[in-house]
């Protein structure tokens, strides 16, 4: 995975990588350790007691009782300003104008803890969503060859072989598929080490897995979806989160939030503004 710091992140350089080279990129230097520590201790002190909504584990984990070993925070906007930043960083918003166009929208921004002796998830890809299982409920040649995702993860925890650091096939977002036995994907991987605050940014099309936590320490990051601004996000930001916080959204969190974009709008005059009657 190649390497970038605040200044050498030059977009057109982590496109390519994204789309033609490995399909994943670190970024190092964006955040400070005192915004780590502060996104660090939210996370901690909203996963505290079990997980919330947890996807795709690794077959096994649901029977060796491990499942409270990953627990998600969701809806981190509305847990603190730190969040905000994290998810419009200007860094990460020139990269993203050039790759999903210069509107594209969040999806969801949660964290995933993986606390010692958690299990490693299923090899997936994030786009779209994890549902490619089932490829005939989307279009037909449906294919990755342009971008409708990118996943960032804010790494909190020491990210490291044996802690888990998610895993991926460098090369696997040519073709968009669920990754099989004959791809060998334990085989094949390499992982996304990095130090807290460093940023892991990859397309989602590129087969990849939280890794099991075999390390004295949890493994947390702040994990970000970026789509372009037609898709459906995945969590309803704006239903869930305060008043106040919208009417106080900058610019770019208004785009981020999907606030600029009209649809689906009531385009039939007779029932525009009549919501009498609605289902
Ligand atoms: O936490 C990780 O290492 C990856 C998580 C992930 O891929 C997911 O939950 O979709």
């Known amino acids: 995975m190649k390497r970038f710091t605040a200044q050498t992140a030059d977009p057109d350089t982590i496109i390519e990588e994204l789309l033609n080279g490995d399909g994943a990129v670190a970024i190092s230097g964006l955040f400070s350790p005192e ?12 996963s505290e007691n079990e997980g919330e909504k947890v996807t795709h584990f690794q077959g096994a984990a649901a029977e060796e009782g491990k499942i409270n070993l990953q627990r998600r925070v969701w809806n981190l906007l509305a847990k603190g300003e730190v969040f905000s930043r994290m998810a419009a960083h200007p860094v990460l918003m020139d990269i993203l104008r050039t790759f999903l166009g210069t509107e594209f929208i969040m999806g969801s921004i949660a964290a995933n803890r ?12 994030d786009y779209p969503y994890w549902d490619f299982h089932k490829p005939e409920t989307h279009p037909i040649g449906f294919n990755g060859s342009f971008p409708m995702n990118a996943q960032v993860s804010v790494i909190l925890d ?12 460098p090369g696997s977002q040519k073709e968009l598929r669920y ?14 080490l990095g130090e807290p605050g460093d940023v892991a940014l990859f397309y989602g099309v590129t087969w990849h897995c939280a890794m099991p ?4 320490h949890d493994r947390s990051a702040i994990l970000i979806q970026y789509l372009p601004k037609w898709v459906k996000p995945m969590e309803d930001m704006p239903a ?6 919208l009417d106080a959204a900058s610019p770019d969190m ?3 939030l999907g606030l600029n974009y009209p649809y689906p709008e009531v385009l039939d005059a007779a029932r525009a503004g009549n919501t009498e009657g609605r289902a």
């Open 254 to 256: 208004r785009q981020l």
């Open 35 to 46: 915004e780590i520590a502060e996104a660090r201790a939210i996370v901690m002190a909203h």
């Open 114 to 125: 993986i606390l010692p002796g958690g299990p490693g998830q299923e090899p997936h890809v």
């Open 240 to 245: 869930s989160l305060p008043q106040t916080f």
């Open 213 to 216: 936590n075999r390390a004295d």
């Open 158 to 169: 020491p990210f490291t072989a044996e802690s888990g650091a998610t895993a991926y096939v």
């Open 179 to 192: 990754p099989t036995a004959e791809d060998r994907f334990y085989e094949r991987c390499e992982q996304m």
